[in-house]
């Protein structure tokens, strides 16, 4: 075995592939003790898994009161929130029949259709945020000066909030993913959820009585099934922790891989169309989402192994990506790869991400935009990491925009 002492340990947060390829190799289905999570790691078995909504439930599946990778202690208070929230069907935590009925309700706000129309705006958006590099010149960083306003932004202006609420919603979604995917402080957690629902809240009762054409007036909307209030502001809150973090994480990786081969880099500058391959290699390659949580509805038999009724499941999406049983020279990053597309970065069955041509787009246009303006970009120091065995990613990315 190799030196990982678990999901958490410091050398798998730096990089699990090798702790991966072990798993599924000595430990398909692995009960990691530390967590009290069983681990799945084979293609094959992670697609059972997700796509047997029966036998594995998402109900429960986001671990806000018992997170088995937050050690901290929720504050005393948080209990009186949680009971409120979980009260609340929340799409990614349901099963059949409640998430059938809220997917086709929300379904109608991200139509191809729908965000294709975002195609323009997502580019300036992204343009412009390489232009005020490019006009600061000296050192940037990728995260904070593009990948993280990129999406935050859009997703502000897709619900018609206004820019001088922008930096808010940003704080209070960054309370959020700390807390929950980051070992940060439940606390501040807590006090963000609390502080972003209440503005949803708010929102969402404007929009009922002066109805706009964004993403919130859209689903409130007095149509066939509309969903309540409460339905509602759970469900903005989703999209900002589901979304942000995610399509952020994308653009750093992405960036990562093609700044650890300069050469895959150099073929983008000169045809930046080859930004669609990168962002679904990236996908497949270090995907944001390396781990899904199931909870077992009753006994399952899984090579070999029995998972218990009642039992925690963590797929590792990462993992399925890189099953050398299911791609070829999985561990190379490749632009020509013929099925890329067909990785497991965004799910896969009734849960399938909604969000995903809207990060497809988003990272598209941030390679893009930094290929034609930055072409000299280059790494100008360490990154640093997300620590969460879930959800991975750069905190910080220095760069620089000349050559050395
Ligand atoms: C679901 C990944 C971006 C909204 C999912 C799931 C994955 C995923 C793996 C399935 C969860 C499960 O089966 O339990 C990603 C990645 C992203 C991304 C890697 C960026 C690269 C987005 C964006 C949005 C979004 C931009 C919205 C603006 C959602 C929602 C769900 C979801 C609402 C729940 C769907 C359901 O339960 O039916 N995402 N996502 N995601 N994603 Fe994304």
Not at 331 to 341: C, G, I, Y
Request: hydrophobic fraction near 45%.
């Amino acid at each position: 075995a190799p030196a990982y002492t678990g999901l958490s340990s410091p050398e798998a947060i730096a990089d699990p592939y090798p702790y991966y390829a072990w798993l599924r190799e000595h430990a398909p289905v692995h009960h990691d003790t530390a967590a009290d999570v069983w681990v799945v790691s084979r293609h094959e078995d992670v697609m059972a898994v997700v796509r047997d909504h029966a036998r594995f439930s998402s109900h429960q599946g986001l671990p806000v009161d018992n997170d088995p990778f937050n050690p901290n202690p929720a504050p005393p208070w948080a209990a009186v929130v949680l009971r409120r929230v979980q009260s609340v069907r929340v799409l990614l935590t349901t099963d059949p029949p409640d998430h059938t009925m809220l997917r086709r309700r929300v379904a109608k706000a991200f139509t191809p259709r729908r965000i294709a129309a975002w195609e323009p705006r997502i580019r300036q958006v992204a343009d412009e945020l390489v232009a005020r590099m490019a006009e600061r010149g000296g050192p940037a960083d990728l995260v904070r000066d593009l990948a993280s306003p990129l999406p935050t932004t859009i997703i502000a202006e897709l619900m018609g909030i206004p820019a001088e609420r922008h930096r808010d919603f940003k704080r209070w979604s960054d309370q959020l993913i700390d807390g929950l995917f980051t070992g940060g402080s439940r606390a501040g957690m807590m006090r963000g959820l609390a502080a972003i629902s209440w503005f949803f809240l708010r929102t969402v009762r404007r929009r009922r009585r002066e109805p706009g054409d964004d993403l919130i007036s859209l689903l409130t909307a007095e149509g066939d099934e509309p969903l309540t209030a409460p339905e509602l502001v759970t469900f903005c809150v989703l999209l900002l922790v589901a979304g942000n973090e995610t399509t952020t994480n994308l653009v750093s990786s992405a960036m990562a891989a093609l700044f650890a081969r300069p050469e895959q880099w150099a073929r983008i500058v000169a045809d930046p169309s080859l930004a669609e391959a990168a962002v679904e290699e990236a996908l497949r390659f270090d995907g944001p989402a390396q781990g899904l949580l199931r909870i077992a509805t009753t006994d399952v038999v899984m090579a070999g192994v029995t998972i218990p009724a009642g039992a925690r499941v963590l797929v590792l999406l990462g993992s399925a990506n890189r099953d050398p049983a299911r791609w070829e020279s999985p561990d190379e990053f490749l632009l020509d790869r013929p099925n890329t597309r067909d990785h497991l970065a965004f799910g896969t069955g009734i849960h399938y991400c909604i969000g995903h041509l809207l990060a497809r787009m988003e990272a598209r246009a941030a390679l893009e935009a930094l290929a034609r303006r930055l072409p000299d970009l280059s790494p100008a120091g360490p990154p640093t990491r997300m620590t969460s065995p879930v959800l991975r990613g750069l905190r910080t990315q220095p760069v620089r925009l000349s050559p050395p």
